[in-house]
């Protein structure tokens, strides 16, 4: 992708096309931790968080294993140095070429990134180049089924921020055509990434948006679609794939 076409009217298509990393563990970020952890035991295990952002996931991994055994690894000089300030290892580094070892990882964590990285197949190799054998690779990304675009929109050169419904079921290259900054993933879409890798596919399901305590009621009536055929329209696929 030219970025240099969408730069024209805005000067932060980077900062756009990166995202914007949680700032604290809300509600929802903690069921997803707690969903995960019915597949995937924690404790004292090697981790590595990929875009970690400021580090809110770094602190919450702190109950269950070592400080030194948690990683990050952020593209964002900023947030980095943010990360840092809590003592953990965080390395300023793209997704597509990690500073580590091969199979040096117990548990890869993948959460809401890939649909931002600027090369999604060459960022997933690379993460099943550091995870050892048998270790998990967890997964959140954008589900294309999901009725809105979350990440907001390009009309020309002009960026519109917001939820924007039914973006996702345009024909792909619309969507691509007003998306320019970030994927959102078919079931086949992100499944193929990993044609030809040494992993299995443990889970793959979708989960819907997370409720503050307040919102209780909501999550009464939408948190028990995730066990129906419904689930295909959540907001995010849930992937945990081991390597083999």
């Given at each position: 992708m030219d970025t240099q076409n969408w730069q024209k009217g805005t000067q932060n298509f980077s900062k756009i096309k990166q995202g914007s990393p949680s700032l604290a563990l809300t509600e929802g970020l903690k069921r997803r931790i707690e969903i995960?952890?019915?597949?995937?035991?924690?404790?004292?295990k090697k981790i590595l968080d990929i875009g970690c952002g400021v580090g809110v996931f770094l602190k919450e991994f702190e109950k269950y294993t070592k400080k030194e055994n948690i990683f990050g690894i952020e593209v964002d000089e900023e947030k980095v140095?943010?990360?840092?300030?809590?003592?953990?290892?965080?390395?300023?580094?793209?997704?597509?070429?990690?500073?580590f070892k091969d199979n040096f990882f117990d548990i890869l964590w993948c959460h809401e990134v890939i649909e931002h990285v600027d090369d999604d197949k060459k960022t997933v190799e690379e993460c099943i180049r550091v995870l050892k054998n048998q270790g998990k690779?967890?997964?959140?990304?954008?589900?294309?089924?999901?009725?809105?675009?979350?990440?907001?929109?390009?009309?020309?050169?002009?960026?519109?921020?917001?939820?924007?419904?039914?973006?996702?079921?345009?024909?792909?290259?619309?969507?691509?055509?007003?998306?320019?900054h970030v994927r959102n993933y078919s079931n086949r879409?992100?499944?193929?990434?990993?044609?030809?890798?040494?992993?299995?596919?443990?889970?793959?399901?979708?989960?819907?948006?997370?409720?503050?305590?307040k919102g209780k009621i909501f999550q009464k009536i939408i948190y028990p679609l995730e066990k129906t055929p419904l689930n295909y329209f959540g907001i995010s696929h849930f992937l945990i794939l081991e390597k083999i």
């Open positions: 995960v952890q019915k597949y995937v035991d924690f404790r004292n140095e943010i990360a840092k300030k809590s003592g953990f290892n965080v390395i300023q580094s793209p997704a597509e070429n990690m500073p690779f967890i997964i959140f990304a954008p589900n294309r089924l999901f009725p809105f675009e979350t990440h907001g929109i390009y009309i020309g050169d002009k960026y519109f921020f917001g939820n924007i419904p039914l973006v996702n079921y345009l024909p792909k290259k619309i969507y691509k055509s007003l998306t320019p879409d992100i499944e193929n990434l990993f044609t030809d890798l040494p992993v299995k596919i443990i889970l793959h399901s979708h989960i819907f948006p997370g409720f503050s305590k």
